[in-house]
Structures are given as structure tokens and as C-alpha cells.
């Protein structure tokens, strides 16, 4: 199989941990920043997490030194267009990218502004490239909640042209839905679809709780349902697609190694599946990279690929005109 060829679909990445390690050098020299260093290598080691790492918060330490530079429009809206451009170039069809506006406001950004150079920035990439996407707007876990509303107000401007929906991310703590329902329901109300990060350090109950309480279409890993029986069923019986991460689960020990990875035995027992990036950078991965990892680790087949692949187009966010022109990628 010919990885970098095959049409791709990643679902699950953060802008944030996709920046380009040289546009971190340039941005910084135009803003007046100053950074650790100035060589691209030493950049790059403190942008990519370890192999593995000790937990999830070493992995999103990692995320310090983009958002330096993330908190002008030009900054954002570049970004955003890299990535994008990033994705296209190793034949990704379409691409869900999300972030956390509440953290780029440093410099006095209104989230208007912020998302709306975020979705720009894709727009222009739409237009150079074959690629489609959609921006998720992540609430941070462990930021006050005050703004909550004024973010998901923000976003509406751009509801199904450019923003599609609500996540929750950041440090999982047990329980953590409960905080949230009110929020929830008022990105639901509003016209967002929902996909919440849960189950990747967090217990198998919090996925269980994303669903029945946030009304999640989609959960952000969700590996843990593996050991909860209440949880595991739900996501079946509800076809909720799990946006797998393989590389990052290894790097975060959510897994100690990608063989251990519930992937396939999920894949096999007919719970939905996808393969996405979680971070370009900081996990040092393409969807070409992961693709390859999980198909040679768990012998995919070429049809067992597409079927996943299937899955990403059924279960994304993307208007129905979208989903025609990716399903016509299928083998």
C-alpha cells in the first residue's frame, strides 16, 4: 500500500501542536520575541515531545513556545494556512482542526478576531489545494469558565462555514462532565455538534459521562472504554466514533506500546474507529505516519484501511457536499 498516495482524513489535530518549527523562528524575529534559542534544531527538541513521556502534562509543556507567537491575527491565520497546506501535501482529503481561543489572547485578541483568522487562514488553503476542512473550538478543562459562552457566541458567525463544533481538552480529571452539561447544551442549542476529549488518561467513565451528559457525537481517544463495560456498549450501541491517536497514546503513556494499542481489537468488534494526528509537531507524525504504524502493526488490509476511512467521512463534521466528493476517494 502506498501510504502517502491513499486519500486521508484526519479528524482529531491541534493547531497549536502542528506549527512548523521555522515559522516559530520567523514569527518570533517579526514579533520581537525572544526564544530559547535561535537554531531550528534546538526549536524543533522543544517543540517534539520524547518518545514517551513521563504523563499527558509533560506532553502539552510542549505547547508553550507555539502560543508565544499564536496571539496576532497574522500569526493565527498563517498557521492555520500551514497547516492546512501541511495536510494537502500528503493527500489528506479533509481536516478537522481545533484550538483553544481562550489561549490567544494575550495580547488582546477578541475571540471574533481569533477564530475568524483561524478559519481564513484554512480558507485560503481550501482554495490552493485539494483539501476540505472545518475548525473545532476546544474549551480548556482546567480555565475558568466565564468566557465559555462568549467563545461559543463568537463561533456562531462561522457555524458551517468554517466551525462546526465544541470540544472540551486539556488535563482529564475524573468526574469532569458534570461541570461542563450546562455549556454543552448551550453549544447544542446554538447549532454546534460536539466531540469531547475523554477516556485518553482519564477513566473509561468519562467517555460514559461525554456521551450521556454532553451529548458527545464523537470522544477525543476514548482508549479507556477498553475495562468499562458501561462504556464500551454505549459507544457501540450509539456508533460514537473514537478518534484514535496511536503515536501521541504512546508518548502520553495512555498505552506503553503501539502493539498494546486497542485499535484493531476495537476495529474488529465493531466499534467505530479512526486514525488521526492528535499533533503534527509535537508528535513529530503525518497521517501518512500513522497510517503506515497502524496498518503494518495490526496487519490492515487495504479494505480494512478504507473501512476506517469510511468511518472518518460518516462520523466528520462536514457538510453533506463535502462527504460526496470524499466518498468518491473509495476504493
Avoid: W
Avoid at 469558565?145 to 467563545?151: P, V
Amino acid at each position: 500500500m502506498n501510504y502517502f498516495n491513499i486519500p486521508k482524513i484526519d479528524l482529531h489535530c491541534h493547531l497549536d501542536g502542528s506549527v512548523r518549527p521555522q515559522t516559530i523562528l520567523e514569527l518570533a524575529r517579526q514579533q520581537k520575541l525572544s526564544l530559547p534559542s535561535e537554531d531550528i534544531h534546538e526549536i524543533q527538541t522543544l517543540m517534539v515531545a520524547p518518545e514517551t513521556c513521563p504523563n499527558l502534562d509533560e506532553y502539552l509543556s510542549r505547547f508553550e513556545l507555539p502560543l508565544s507567537v499564536m496571539q496576532t491575527q497574522e500569526a493565527i491565520e498563517r498557521i492555520s494556512f500551514e497547516v492546512f497546506e501541511d495536510a494537502a501535501k500528503e493527500n489528506v482529503k479533509y481536516l478537522e482542526v481545533r484550538f483553544g481561543p481562550q489561549l490567544h489572547q494575550q495580547l488582546g485578541l477578541t475571540f471574533d478576531q481569533i477564530i475568524g483568522s483561524a478559519v481564513k487562514g484554512m480558507k485560503k488553503a481550501e482554495q490552493r489545494y485539494d483539501i476540505h476542512g472545518n475548525y473545532i473550538l476546544s474549551i480548556l478543562r482546567t480555565l475558568p469558565k466565564d468566557d465559555i459562552r462568549d467563545i461559543i457566541d463568537a463561533g456562531q458567525k462561522y457555524l458551517n462555514n468554517g466551525v462546526v463544533a465544541f470540544d472540551l481538552a486539556g488535563s482529564e480529571l475524573p468526574g469532569f462532565c458534570h461541570e461542563f452539561v450546562p455549556y454543552a447544551q448551550y453549544a447544542v442549542e446554538k447549532g454546534y455538534r460536539v466531540t469531547i476529549h475523554a477516556g485518553e488518561q482519564g477513566s473509561g467513565q468519562n467517555v460514559y459521562d461525554a456521551v450521556s451528559l454532553l451529548g458527545a457525537e464523537r470522544i477525543g481517544h476514548g482508549i479507556h472504554i477498553k475495562g468499562h463495560e458501561q462504556a464500551y456498549d454505549l459507544v457501540k450501541d450509539q456508533a460514537i466514533a473514537l478518534e484514535t491517536c496511536p503515536s501521541s497514546n504512546v508518548q502520553t503513556k495512555a498505552v506503553d506500546t503501539l502493539g498494546q494499542h486497542p485499535v484493531k481489537a476495537f476495529h474488529k468488534d465493531g466499534v467505530l474507529i479512526t486514525i488521526n494526528t492528535d499533533n503534527r509537531t509535537v508528535s513529530n507524525t503525518t497521517m501518512t505516519d500513522e497510517v503506515r504504524k497502524v496498518v503494518e502493526e495490526f496487519d490492515l488490509t487495504r479494505q480494512e484501511y478504507f473501512d476506517i476511512y469510511k468511518v472518518s467521512i460518516e462520523h466528520s463534521f462536514a457538510s453533506e457536499r463535502v462527504k460526496q466528493h470524499l466518498r468518491a476517494f473509495v476504493e
